[in-house]
């Protein structure tokens, strides 16, 4: 297609924004941090603190408890509150900012006669859009050139194709709805075809623009980890909620039969007593309060959009996008990974190698080849193409394969001072089904010798063209009969069998159908194009990395079964004489169960079609297999949809990465490697912040529970057991978030997709460590031995042994991360890996001795000295050599 369109100046440009205003549309209204904020203090244990705060602070002004204890709760509750909804409105924000970031999406757009690549929200009204097949329509308007298909089911819910052409001048000033034939917009996708459009509205006056304002942002859903995170955390939370009834009945009883002895006469004594009833009380309710406290984890849910968001800029790195939460969880979980091999496993920049005629002849160099023949050449290129040669040289628009056949004549198109003028007529596109492109035009003079002004060129697949040529041209540019059609095909099938790809180029005098899609029955061979695609220097190790990972990669190729086969041995996708290469022939020709039978052994599938990539991921997941799908093309936005987790390719159709759950940003097969490396970390991530909690949970809630049954009311108040939950809450998410994504992950089989978050493993740690804490706790706390190593001066201190303890349980917590953290040995395994692990702890330590100091009566804390923080850091650290051996035992 030729642009004799200018389109818009830099002036014009500025103009048309400052009067219509941009194509960006206005953000979605986000819960700001005060919105955030008021819906942190709906959390339900949110409104029982308060609830309690409101019941302390009434007791406060009977001066039946002191009033800095319900301060003291006020502000452990604003601290709380502020410090998770600032955690939750950073990570948001970040992780929006990443997505806006790495999805940004360029246009071409006809600018001073030229062709720019221009980012959406800059384009403006009275912009020139070029349009081709796996465009996202960027504004409202209309054709003016050319002719293409689209899918508005994003708009109307239709998915049919509807066809749409140039506006004939009389409409021009008509209004047009979605029906309107020559009218497109915003949001729709072109399937097929290419054409102008002129840019008619923009921004928030587009229909879609009204659309996303009216229905705003869609709620987003929960994952299936974050649901099984939040059934978790609900089942514990309705232990805790009992447990805390259960405690408050069983404290109270304590006070008022228990320590009475049964007694009928003292037990009336007590009830008698208002003040210390009262008192008693509200000790049960607030020691209920702190086993509430203590027992629920809600921060679980949160916790995989902490550790995705933090893990989000690495993966960026690494050339990962995650555009669906869901697909990085399952990433990990991969069986079989169904992948291209264009750009994908090989460079994707294609590379023409030779031109091959029927009369026996080779040419490598583009300018060795015969005069007339060349010229053929070079006029079939150049005007069957959805891509074009813009004067500095650079190519424009098209695929891969289109663009190495222009480059391959750009320089001899740019050395002549003028080309022969020609107009398009009608024009078929490539698509995967009919295996060619045809472009019908009339010529201003005759081209090719024996034939009229008006032809049509075709490239496509030899074995599509074969079959409809009677004639190729010679090296003088003669027709000639095409006599030795086998002998040729089979040359060709062996140059496939080297990895190189075959193009054929064709000329006829018949004119063709865009609806009907049919080769001319009298076709010319001009010749064929051999195209070489490099293998990437990464791939081999990426795949036998993927491979060993317990990954089963199968190539699936639009290649000839030997270009495939030779790619396949050279990347080390066959291995042995039982792994299977098919066609798509072959595949149409087995039952699905005769393809499940195979399924196991296969490696490669050659031709294969979008419509082979639905029928595999279908196959394959009724075995219960979880399945990964790359994708790059319209047609493949389908399987990449049905698919467990599809990749899409960062240079792929914006249709394929809507589809895509995963952008893979440089193409390459190495990434998705990392993307499932990644989702492998982010499970483990996840698993180690649930051990690290629930052993917290375990530990807190048995030593409240057991406290009042050995003497000791309050062995952690309310405010230090806030303290302990923000530690295991938001900070400890933070903390497990930033570890390192380890190759060895790669080595171990994937995770079952049904398997329960809590491991053998975890349930060990959880249990032995959390009965350790407590019966640590309860020692230290009635064992004689303890009390004494705190005395001052030959004199128990109730204070100094109660902030022991405090800070001893607090140590044994923070000790127990670096426990969890590896499941080795070496406590020190990557930490340099994770500085933010050790950087949280240490704040988290240093913090904790401040509070020590200044706390006073509001933590129940007095000042220690280096004796005792001695005696505080050794009984703390006793907890790693009691996991050593429960890892030990584990091993």
């Known amino acids: 297609m030729h642009y004799k369109i200018k389109g818009l100046s830099n002036d014009q440009v500025n103009t048309s924004r400052n009067t219509h205003g941009s194509n960006e549309l206005t953000p979605p209204q986000s819960e700001t941090f005060g919105d955030k904020l008021i819906q942190n203090f709906k959390d339900p244990i949110i409104i029982i603190l308060l609830v309690a705060l409101g ?91 050319g002719r293409i298909k689209i899918n508005q089911a994003s708009l109307t819910g239709e998915s049919e194709a509807l066809e749409r052409t140039p506006i004939p001048e009389e ?125 629920v984890p809600e921060g679980l849910p949160m916790m995989v959009a902490i550790v995705l968001s933090l893990n989000m800029k690495k993966m960026l790195k690494e050339k990962v996008l995650v555009r669906k939460l869901l697909s990085i969880e399952t990433a990990g979980s991969l069986n079989i990974l169904f992948s291209d091999k264009t750009g994908t496993i090989t460079k994707g920049k294609l590379e023409v190698t030779q031109f091959l005629s029927p009369d026996g002849n080779s040419y490598h160099d583009f300018f060795k080849i015969p005069e007339k ?129 075959v193009i054929a180029l064709a000329v006829s005098e018949e004119s063709i159908d865009p609806i ?49 086969q030779a790619i396949a041995k050279e990347t080390n996708l066959l291995q042995s004489e039982d792994d299977i290469v098919i066609t798509s022939a072959d595949l149409n020709k087995m039952s699905d169960e005769e393809v499940k039978g195979i399924l196991p052994r296969l490696r490669v599938i050659a031709r294969a079609l979008p419509t082979d990539k639905s029928r595999m991921v279908r196959i394959s997941k009724s ?88 003497g000791v009311d309050f062995p952690l108040t309310i405010i230090q057991l806030l303290w302990i939950n923000m530690i295991m809450d938001t900070l ?25 978050i809590l491991t053998k493993n ?22 004689p031995f303890f009390k004494e190593l705190f005395l001052r001066d030959g004199v128990f201190n109730e204070k100094v042994f109660l902030t022991a303890f405090f800070n001893i349980f607090i140590f044994l917590i923070l000790f127990n991360a670096f426990n969890v953290r590896t499941e080795r040995r070496n406590l020190f395994e990557h930490l340099k890996e994770n500085l933010m692990f050790f950087q949280v702890m240490l704040g988290i330590a240093v913090l904790q001795i401040v509070f020590t100091y200044i706390g006073g009566s509001i933590l129940r804390t007095v000042p220690l000295n280096l004796k005792e923080w001695g005696l505080v850091f050794g009984f703390a650290f006793s907890i790693i050599p009691i996991d050593m051996i429960r890892k030990s035992i584990m091993k």
């Open 171 to 295: 409409r021009i000033a008509l209004e047009r709805d979605f029906s309107d034939p020559n009218s497109v917009f915003r949001g729709a996708l072109v399937e097929e075809g290419e054409a102008i459009m002129l840019v008619e509205n923009v921004g928030d006056h587009t229909f879609y623009g009204k659309l996303a304002k009216e229905l705003g942002e869609s709620e987003q859903r929960l994952s299936p980890l974050q649901v099984k995170l939040k059934e978790l955390a609900k089942l514990i939370s309705n232990i805790g909620y009992r447990v805390a009834v259960l405690i408050a009945v069983v404290f109270f009883a304590n006070k008022a039969i228990f320590a009475n002895g049964f007694d009928p006469d003292l037990i009336s004594q007590y009830f008698q007593n208002t003040d210390v009833v009262i008192k008693d009380l509200m000790d049960a309710i607030v020691l209920s309060i702190i086993i509430v406290v203590a027992a």
């Open 516 to 564: 009907e899609k049919k080769m001319p029955s009298n076709t010319s061979l001009v010749g064929v194009l051999g195209i070489r695609d490099e293998i990437r220097v990464q791939s081999k190790s990426a795949i036998r990395e993927v491979q060993e990972a317990g990954v089963q990669v199968v190539m699936m190729t639009g290649d000839r079964k030997g270009t495939a």
């Open 762 to 783: 975890m349930r060990t740690s959880i249990l032995s460590s959390g009965i350790y804490i407590t019966l640590f706790s309860i020692l230290f706390l009635t064992v």
């Open 623 to 710: 075995i219960g297999k979880v399945i990964g799908m790359t994708g790059d093309g319209v047609n493949d936005s389908a399987a990449l949809k049905k698919s467990d987790v599809g990749f899409a390719m960062g240079s792929g159709s914006e249709v394929a990465k809507e589809a895509g759950g995963i952008v893979i940003l440089d193409d390459n097969f190495l990434s998705i490697g990392n993307a499932i490396r990644y989702g492998r970390t982010i499970f483990r991530s996840i698993r180690k912040f649930v051990t690290f909690q629930l052993t917290v949970n375990v530990a807190a809630v048995s030593t409240a529970f057991l406290g009042p049954l050995i």
């Open 55 to 145: 019941a302390m602070i009434v007791l406060s002004l009977y001066e039946l408890t002191e009033w800095y204890e319900a301060l003291a709760i006020g502000l452990a509750v604003l601290l709380s509150t502020l410090v998770s909804t600032y955690s939750e409105y950073s990570n948001e924000s970040s992780f929006q900012e990443l997505q806006r970031e790495a999805s940004k999406i360029n246009n071409n757009v006809i600018r001073d006669g030229n062709v720019q690549a221009v980012p959406v929200g800059e384009i403006v009204k009275g912009d020139y859009v070029l349009l081709q097949a796996g465009d996202k329509i960027p504004a409202d308007g209309y054709l003016v050139d």
């Open 732 to 756: 400890a998410a933070i903390a497990f978030g930033g570890e390192p994504a380890l190759h060895r992950y790669m080595n171990e089989p994937p995770i079952d997709r049904e398997e329960h």
């Open 373 to 501: 023949l060349k010229e053929y050449c070079e006029f079939t290129i150049q005007e069957n193409a959805t891509a074009h040669i813009d004067p500095s040289g650079e190519i424009i628009g098209g695929n891969v394969s289109e663009k190495a056949l222009l480059a391959y004549i750009s320089r001899s198109v740019l050395e002549k001072e003028s080309k022969v003028s020609t107009q398009t007529i009608n024009q078929i596109q490539f698509n995967s089904t009919i295996k060619f492109s045809a472009t019908q035009v009339q010529s201003a003079e005759t081209i090719f010798d024996g034939l009229g002004k008006e032809i049509t060129l075709i490239k496509g697949a030899p074995e599509a063209i074969f079959d409809h040529c009677n004639s190729y041209f010679n090296a003088e540019g003669k027709k000639v009969s095409f006599d030795n059609k086998e002998a040729f095909s089979q040359h060709l099938d062996e140059l496939a069998d080297q990895g190189i790809r």
